[in-house]
T-cell receptor, first 113, second 114 residues
Framework: NAGVTQTPKFQVLKTGQSMTLQCAQDMNHEYMSWYRQDPGMGLRLIHYSVGAGITDQGEVPNGYNVSRSTTEDFPLRLLSAAPSQTSVYFC????????????FGPGTRLLVL | KQEVTQIPAALSVPEGENLVLNCSFTDSAIYNLQWFRQDPGKGLTSLLLIQSSQREQTSGRLNASLDKSSGRSTLYIAASQPGDSATYLCAVFGLGGSNYKLTFGKGTLLTVNP
């Protein structure tokens, strides 16, 4: 199993541009989630999904959009990038919807100029 | 709103020492608590998961305890090694008002000196 994969590993954007961060898992996990990690702020939940077609907001959802059309994929869309979205983004997945062992991807470093 | 606090923020110890990392949370309505390790520039790796009905979990030199009623958990690392140097994070998976959500502490940066 590849586990949780994220692409790209690093991206530079200009303010106002849009992009999609990709996340995929091959473990047939129901629960998937996106976090951002910032110095001094820790990891904060952006959006999560408990299954295909079901998504919900986390702590910091503004400026981000998600969809879950398949069990495997959970892309995160930045609609109009802002410097405040410069961060490291992590995707995670787990079996079930009641908080099983979380498997994290390697992260995407995003710089918005 | 669930809040998770980790103390200390940083810890430096000599190799071979036993150590304890602390985690506290404000809302005891949780499904479980997990301890993670994060190496610089890497993703998180789950070390131990304790269900709300359990008191402790062990894996090798690691032992994690959970006291849900008081909102506390500890991670005990025995006979520390330089390879244990990393940031350790705890996170609680909430139910009720914070359903389906994992809330993280800010982590403890551990340095084990040879």
């Amino acid at each position: 199993n590849a586990g949780v994969t994220q692409t790209p590993k690093f991206q530079v954007l200009k303010t106002g541009q849009s992009m999609t961060l990709q996340c995929a898992q091959d473990m047939n996990h129901e629960y998937m989630s996106w976090y951002r990690q910032d110095p001094g702020m820790g990891l904060r939940l952006i959006h999560y999904s408990v299954g295909a077609g079901i998504t919900d907001q986390g702590e910091v959802p503004n400026g981000y959009n998600v969809s879950r059309s398949t069990t495997e994929d959970f892309p995160l869309r930045l609609l109009s990038a802002a410097p405040s979205q410069t961060s490291v983004y992590f995707c995670a997945s787990s079996q079930g919807t009641r908080g099983g062992t979380q498997y994290f991807g390697p992260g995407t470093r995003l710089l918005v100029l | 709103k669930q809040e998770v606090t980790q103390i200390p923020a940083a810890l430096s110890v000599p190799e071979g020492e036993n150590l304890v990392l602390n985690c506290s949370f404000t809302d005891s309505a949780i499904y479980n608590l997990q301890w993670f390790r994060q190496d610089p520039g890497k993703g998180l790796t789950s070390l131990l998961l304790i269900q709300s009905s359990q008191r402790e979990q062990t894996s090798g030199r690691l032992n994690a305890s959970l006291d849900k009623s008081s909102g506390r958990s500890t991670l005990y690392i025995a006979a520390s090694q330089p390879g244990d140097s990393a940031t350790y994070l705890c996170a609680v998976f909430g139910l009720g008002g914070s359903n389906y959500k994992l809330t993280f502490g800010k982590g403890t940066l551990l340095t084990v000196n040879p």
